[in-house]
């Protein structure tokens, strides 16, 4: 058995408990669900099952057959594997290095018999992998590098294995089979793995608890109608255009369909390659009719990738400097060009604010300190406080609880009232009751109209 008793964590910039009093065991070859809001501590309670973190007060318990270990404050990091919920997007490091842990001169052999694993692994439950060691981390979609990561974590032999979202990035039925390899392959290894989830993702059939106020409590399965965004916000009040509604092989039509300033376009299918050249296309052909309208300095695009918070902000830089980055030029100067620091700290409080963000005791604190699902919400804050012509988000809601997916459509809609086209990528169906219609990535490739129109 796996035991954590009477955690205690508290992260030395803020000085308050984050966990207090946490207590959770594991079965032999057993699967358990930690469920929570944002900010929670979802993620920190799998850094310290897994040895990453060691607690302020505290032990760990854990058999295996060859040793035993009883009431030790931290769990040794070689007995434990994370499959972490930030994907690394190392510029210059290939999917390769990632798998062997070695520079780029690293033995290429291991780096091959390493991707062929984790590919036979997936292809035994029907889940495609379709990237090579070759791969670049920086061009790989996210589904493709998350199920890398996850099949790897299981196939390095474990005791503890910590899978932090391991399901964010993948449609529905993907989803449903990796919960089922994860449950078939830690059954099968005796292994004893922690898995963090959100309520909104389909979760597994097995043991699952929620994480509120730092403690432990019995999972209660949400309601299946989430209520529309509040505070005025209301995504109702929105026009949702239904994309391809009135698709014909009328280019006239075709043109009309695809955005129109003041919406917002909800397109899911999977996030392979054809379906992000199909969004590529869609964008060069909405530049190209700006410049036909000869509008082209007003036209702006303001793109905030799948994984926003790994790619947009700044690990090193506190929560003020990263909600105010990309805003240099508009902040208030002095007669020597300095910049004013009272106008910065008014804006970061804004972009802090309308997302919602918590956690946050000061301006001052490193981002790094923001749960995931904060990250991403102060990303899309920040990138669409200003108007832009065209927004296009990958996968918005990814990590966020249902105040955090009521926020960020709430600051979409209010986006798309001011003008902006917004466009919603996502891997799966919109499954909220106050999104009108979407479209399927499937009906497009059906239809030669589209692919001619687009030049695919």
């Given at each position: 058995?796996?035991?954590a ?30 469920t929570?809001?944002n900010?929670a ?7 310290l099952?897994?040895?990453?973190l060691t607690p ?11 040793s035993l ?5 931290k769990?040794p ?7 972490p919920q ?18 780029t001169?690293?033995d290429r052999?291991?780096?091959i018999?390493a991707?062929?694993r ?15 060691v070759?791969?670049?981390l920086?061009d790989l979609?996210?589904d493709?590098?998350q ?9 390095k032999?474990?005791?503890v294995?910590?899978?932090d979202e391991?399901t ?5 039925i993907r ?5 089922g390899a ?5 059954s099968?290894?005796g292994a004893?793995?922690?898995a963090?989830?959100?309520p909104?993702?389909?979760l597994?059939v097995?043991?699952t ?8 409590v019995?999972?209660?399965k ?6 529309a965004?509040?505070r005025?916000?209301?995504?109702t ?12 092989t ?8 695809v955005a129109?300033?003041?919406?917002i ?19 060069r ?7 036909l ?6 036209f702006?695009?303001c ?8 790619k947009?902000?700044a690990?090193?830089?506190?929560v003020?400097?990263n909600?105010?980055i ?5 902040a208030?100067?002095?007669?020597f ?11 970061a409080?804004r972009v802090?604010e309308?997302?919602g ?14 749960s995931?699902?904060n ?15 065209v927004i296009?988000?990958e996968e918005?809601?990814r ?19 001011a003008?902006s086209?917004v466009?919603i990528?996502?891997a799966s169906p919109?499954?909220f009751p106050w ?13 030669p109209?589209w692919?001619t129109?687009l030049?695919?």
């Amino acid at each position: 058995m796996f035991e954590a008793r009477n955690l205690e964590f508290a992260f030395p910039a803020t000085g308050e408990p984050l966990l207090v009093d946490v207590c959770l065991s594991v079965q032999e070859g057993e699967l358990v669900v930690i469920t929570g809001e944002n900010g929670a501590g979802k993620t920190t309670l799998g850094q310290l099952c897994a040895g990453r973190l060691t607690p302020r007060r505290g032990s760990f318990s854990l058999q295996t057959a060859k040793s035993l270990l009883v009431s030790v404050p931290k769990i040794p990091a070689y007995l434990a594997a994370v499959a972490p919920q930030c994907l690394p997007r190392i510029t210059e490091a290939s999917l390769g290095d990632l798998l062997t842990m070695q520079s780029t001169r690293g033995d290429r052999h291991a780096q091959i018999r390493a991707m062929s694993r984790v590919r036979e692994l997936w292809q035994g439950y029907d889940v495609d992998l379709t990237v090579s060691v070759d791969d670049r981390l920086a061009d790989l979609p996210s589904d493709q590098l998350q199920l890398t990561i996850v099949g790897a974590a299981l196939l390095k032999e474990r005791k503890v294995l910590v899978f932090d979202e391991p399901t964010s990035f993948l449609d529905p039925i993907r989803a449903a089979k990796v919960w089922g390899a994860l449950l078939n392959e830690v059954s099968r290894r005796g292994a004893y793995a922690v898995a963090i989830a959100h309520p909104q993702q389909s979760l597994p059939v097995c043991r699952t608890h929620s994480l509120a106020a730092g403690r432990l409590v019995p999972y209660v399965k949400p309601s299946p109608t989430p209520t529309a965004p509040s505070r005025g916000r209301a995504v109702t009040e929105c026009s949702f255009h239904m994309l391809l509604a009135t698709v014909t092989t009328n280019a006239e039509h075709v043109e009309y369909s695809v955005a129109r300033s003041g919406e917002i376009t909800w397109l899911h299918g999977p996030p392979t390659r054809p379906f992000r050249t199909f969004c590529e296309a869609l964008l060069r052909e909405e530049t190209a009719r700006a410049r036909l309208r000869g509008n082209v300095r007003s036209f702006s695009i303001c793109r905030i990738p799948a994984d926003a918070s790994e790619k947009s902000l700044a690990a090193n830089l506190s929560v003020r400097d990263n909600a105010v980055i990309n805003r240099w030029h508009h902040a208030a100067r002095g007669p020597f060009g300095l910049l004013h620091h009272s106008d910065i700290d008014a804006l970061a409080k804004r972009v802090t604010e309308r997302a919602g963000v918590s956690g946050v005791k000061s301006l001052d604190e490193l981002v790094d300190c923001l749960s995931g699902g904060n990250r991403q919400r102060l990303v899309i804050s920040r990138e669409s406080f200003d108007p832009h012509a065209v927004i296009v988000a990958e996968e918005p809601f990814r990590g966020l609880d249902d105040r955090g997916v009521e926020t960020v459509a709430g600051l979409f809609c209010e986006a798309a009232r001011a003008g902006s086209l917004v466009l919603i990528l996502t891997a799966s169906p919109p499954s909220f009751p106050w999104i009108q219609a979407s479209i399927a990535f499937e009906t497009i490739q059906d239809d030669p109209a589209w692919m001619t129109y687009l030049g695919i």
